[in-house]
Nanobody, 127 residues
Framework: VQLQASGGGEVQAGGSLRLSCAAS????????MGWFRQAPGKEREFAAA????????YYADSVKGRFTISRENANNTVYLQMNSLKPEDTAVYYC?????????????????????WGQGTLVTVSS
């Protein structure tokens, strides 16, 4: 599967952005999807994951209550709605697909659990 992330940009602290990740192919609904982010000079870290139906979601503590992951299987797209953005949210955001583990505190939160990655979209939050 090929993933194309979009929606990044520059926003002031407290603002909102919605990221999209469009997937190719007809099997999107079979994939657990995730969003990760990588700030300058830091390791790529988990942000959010969603199961195949969209009924189960899990978030990193750093984004919980501010970010919402969702998906539209009919449109082969996963979203990340980001509200109340902070300067520390500045990063390149990557979507990922095909984690085989259950979404939760110990599943689909590590980079190596995903097989496919998008190219990333830059989010810059200014103070």
């Amino acid at each position: 599967v090929q993933l194309q992330a979009s929606g990044g940009g520059e926003v002031q602290a407290g603002g909102s952005l919605r990221l999209s990740c469009a997937a190719s192919g007809r099997t999107f609904s079979r994939y657990v999807m995730g969003w990760f982010r990588q700030a300058p000079g830091k390791e790529r870290e988990f942000a959010a994951a969603i199961n195949r139906s969209g009924g189960r979601k899990y978030y990193a503590d750093s984004v919980k209550g501010r970010f919402t992951i969702s998906r539209e299987n009919a449109n082969n797209t996963v979203y990340l709605q980001m509200n109340s953005l902070k300067p520390e949210d500045t990063a390149v955001y990557y979507c990922a697909a095909d984690c085989l583990n259950p979404v939760g505190p110990t599943g689909c939160i590590h980079r190596e659990e995903y097989d496919y990655w998008g190219q990333g979209t830059l989010v810059t939050v200014s103070s």
